[in-house]
């Protein structure tokens, strides 16, 4: 059965070849980076298929399976909604020894394009859930807390973190003192705006942060989250007094015809 579960991550991984066609490393423009207690780690395997991606492993104190990013860059100037999901989940590996430790995980794809002068509104938002199994100390706790932010850097660089973008950030916390799940409840998205000259290439950024703490004898914790940042692009101002004034026309028209039938 050990031996089995050393696979699955690579069944993981060629199930999700299967769906999305097959894999190729993740080009520049497309990525994710992971990092433990403020340490880049190297032991990622990212893939990408297209607009999607896919992400596993494991690094000093955490592992991750079933990681995942998914875009709806169109590649060309225009659209509506710019959005950048991801999906992930998280199980500690230091529950024995207990401690305090956080991982943060950044999802970046860069070469957006906006409208001529449009102002951008950058709004993100997340939920999920914990889990917790008992472990050799039947009163150990763990805390967990959370935060998810997406940014948009104008100068299109991935990962990408300008000041200007860090208002929408939700935060989330969970306490387990017994095994279970519970849900992980992230504040209400604010949203920011911010102006793109038309035609700019520009990068937009996830970032999702765990600090977990336990106590030592815990058994291993862990995470699922799903988050998404979206730029929305408003409709044209002279859509928008066209539209309005439709009722009027149709106003203009009926007391033409009433004028007419008099």
Known sequence: MIRFQKYLPLIALLATAFLLGTPTKAR?????????????????????????????????????????????????????????????????????TGGQHTIRIELSQDNWLAPTGTPLNLSSSAGGSTGYVTGTNKSATQTISASYQGFLDNTNALFGQPGVGATPIQNASSTQNSAGSSPLVFAPPVSSNGLVPGGTPFSITDVLTFNFKMDAGSGQATANVSGSTVASVPAPAGIVLALTGLPFLGIGAWLRRRRQAV
């Open 28 to 96: 520049a423009g497309y990525s994710v980076r992971v990092y433990d207690d403020g340490v880049l780690q190297g032991g990622i395997n990212v893939f990408t298929a297209g607009n999607q991606l896919v992400f596993f492993g494991t690094t000093t104190h955490f592992s991750i399976s079933n990681g995942s990013g998914l875009s709806n860059n169109p590649g060309t100037q225009g659209g509506s909604n710019l959005s950048l999901s991801n999906n992930e989940q998280i199980s500690t590996t230091f529950g024995s």
